[in-house]
């Protein structure tokens, strides 16, 4: 795995770059899941709180039940931000995990939602410390409708234009039991409205291949101009598996971060999602990934900006030091993040600081 070296950024980049940083757009701010930084991920709740705190765009990880209802949650399985293995118990599969496909709909509405958890010797653990506390309240999982629902609505009883950026959950996995939910997610988006380039919305994927199926077939086929955004992942990551010679593999993405990769994503894509730090080579100048990108037109919308104390990388004072190297150095068009509220911040007050007290905040 790729080691997290993250550059000390020097006072004079930051100096330069905060002189023109006023003559540029601002990147959007794209909530990570919601506002996860606050409340569980990917409730209702979590997300009407990343529009209040005035998020661009509003994440959303969708997966299929078994009753082909799109759920949306980050991972295909249920095991850590549910009570499922308390109140389903025998529904588990050989390997210990009870898959969201496994369940219909009225079955996944009688699952509490909590924030994720990991076990620890038995122990049910908070993954990020000092968060809404577990099991606290009440949460329940959403469906893609719900939240289109939910996010259209406060768009009309407030007038704001806040957009949507689905992603399509391991669809190498819903093919294996004979599901297409890129298909099914398509289908909803066309049926919300959201079908061409300025329908404020962004449709992303880890799945190359399947994004190019979107773009060639699917996207033409039902009428709709949909942009669609490229994540790029570590290999070792899971993110997608592939046969070959009879065994199971992870699928290499090392090609995305190379200049032909990237030509071939920008004849399908609009944009890369690509980990924060593949935008900085170890000894701290841009990388390839980056110089490429841009050269090619690309959006560059990294991921994730988390603000927990222990989410910040080292080498960073603060939160704000942290995205200013991004915002205002590296200059992406985008940040995913699990805490809009600080994003936004520092984007409306970095107008107003003078380079001095940038450096000294
Ligand atoms: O989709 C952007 C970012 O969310 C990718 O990572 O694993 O949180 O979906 P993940
Ligand atoms: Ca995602």
Redesign the pocket.
Known sequence: MRSVCFISITLACIVSQSLYASERKDPIVIA??GASGYLPEHTLEAKTLAYAMGADYI?Q?LVLSKDNHLIVM?DIYLDEVTDVASKFPDRAREDGHFYTIDFTLPELKQLRVTGPFVNVLGKKVPKYGKRFPLWHSQFQLATFEEELELIQGLNQSLGYNTGI?P?I?KPYFHAQVGRDISRAVLQTLKRYGYTKPDSNVYL?S?DAEELQRIHQDLLPAMDMEVPLVQ?I?ETDWE?KRVQQAGQWQNYDFDWMLTPEGLKRIAGYATGI?PWYPMLINDNGTESTLLTEARKLGLRIHP??FRADPLQIPGSYRNFDEFIALYVDLLQVDGL?TDHPDKVRRYLSTRRERQPREEIFP
């Open positions: 990570h899941r994440e990880d980050h950026y992603e959950k992303q880890f994540l992942a993110e999602a991921y994730t995913f």
